[in-house]
C-alpha cells in the first residue's frame, strides 16, 4: 500500500471511531431520558397518559376516597367504590375518562350535573341499554347520540348485573 492510501484509512477509522463515540454517546443519553422520564411520570411511564389508565397515586386515590360520602348522598347508593374502579376500567375505560376530556366517548366528570333528573335510575338505564333509552324517545339520549355522531354503546343488560351497574354509578359519583 502506498503512503496516499495509509493516509485515507487512518482518516477513515478516526471518523469511524468518532461515530461510534457518538453513536455510543446518544444511546447512554436515551437511556437516561427514558429512565428520568419513567421517574417523573405517571406509574404507566408515559407522563400523556391520563390517569384513568395508569391508576391514582396513593394521595390522589386517598382524596377520591374521601368523597365517597358526596357520592353517598348523591346517588343514594351505597356502592362497592373498588368494585366500580374495576368494572369502569374493564368495560368504560376504553371509550370513557373521569375527567372532562372526550375520547371515543364524552368524558364523565360531573355527569350528574348534566343527565336528566332521576340521575341514578336514568344512567343505570342508559348504561344497560342505551338504545332502549333512545327508542323511549328521551331527549337527552338523542341528543348524546346525534353530538357523537351515533357512535355504538356496548349494551351491558347481558353483560352486568344491575348491582355492577350500580357500582361504576358510585365510583362516577367520586368525581
Request: hydrophobic share 40%; net charge positive.
Amino acid at each position: 500500500m502506498d503512503e496516499s492510501s495509509k493516509t485515507i484509512i487512518r482518516k477513515q477509522t478516526k471518523v469511524i471511531v468518532l461515530l461510534f463515540f457518538i453513536i455510543l454517546l446518544l444511546i447512554v443519553s436515551l437511556v437516561i431520558i427514558n429512565f428520568r422520564t419513567r421517574e417523573s411520570s405517571s406509574i404507566c411511564g408515559v407522563k400523556s397518559e391520563p390517569e384513568w389508565v395508569c391508576g391514582t397515586d396513593n394521595l390522589q386515590r386517598q382524596t377520591l376516597l374521601n368523597n365517597i360520602p358526596k357520592a353517598i348522598a348523591q346517588t343514594q347508593i351505597h356502592g362497592n367504590y373498588e368494585r366500580g374502579e374495576k368494572l369502569f376500567k374493564q368495560n368504560c375505560a376504553v371509550c370513557h375518562t373521569t375527567t372532562d376530556q372526550l375520547i371515543t366517548g364524552p368524558g364523565l366528570k360531573n355527569i350528574f350535573n348534566r343527565v336528566p333528573t332521576h340521575q341514578v335510575t336514568w344512567l343505570k338505564n342508559y348504561i344497560l341499554n342505551y338504545e332502549k333509552v333512545k327508542r323511549s324517545k328521551d331527549a337527552y339520549a338523542l341528543s348524546l347520540s346525534k353530538k357523537y355522531d351515533q357512535l355504538a354503546m356496548t349494551i351491558f343488560e347481558d353483560l352486568l348485573s344491575n348491582e355492577e351497574v350500580e357500582d361504576i354509578i358510585f365510583y362516577l359519583a367520586v368525581f
